[in-house]
């Protein structure tokens, strides 16, 4: 089993990334997936899921109309469109997926918001 993030960087405030994550080794579609994120000295904390079917997603209130989380099955990816980036939006960046009992994480990606 394997989940590979990749898309994170440096990024000016205000600016944009797309964050993937590439799922292998389990069936992708019937996981729902999750992004979460950690900054220096503070708690793990969910920053937006997306349930199997691609159809419904939620977030937390600090992201909400900035972030956008989307899937393709086909693909077996997980995606986050980050814009509007603010300092704060600092942390790594991981992905989760979860059915049921089971689930994995990825090793995280860094993302920094800084001028």
């Known amino acids: 089993v394997q989940l590979v993030e990749s898309g994170g960087g440096l990024v000016q405030p205000g600016g944009s990334l797309r964050l993937s994550c590439a799922a292998s080794g389990f069936t992708f579609s019937m996981y729902v997936m999750s992004w979460y994120r950690q900054a220096p000295g503070k708690e793990r904390e969910l920053v937006a899921t997306v349930n199997s079917a691609g159809g419904s997603a939620i977030y937390v209130d600090s992201v909400k109309g900035r972030f956008t989380i989307s899937r393709d099955n086909a693909k077996n990816t997980v995606y986050l469109q980050m814009n509007s980036l603010k300092p704060e939006d600092t942390a790594v960046y991981y992905c989760?997926?979860?059915?049921?009992?089971?689930?994995?994480w990825g090793r995280g990606t860094q993302v920094t918001v800084s001028s």
């Open positions: 989760y997926a979860q059915h049921v009992i089971i689930d994995y």
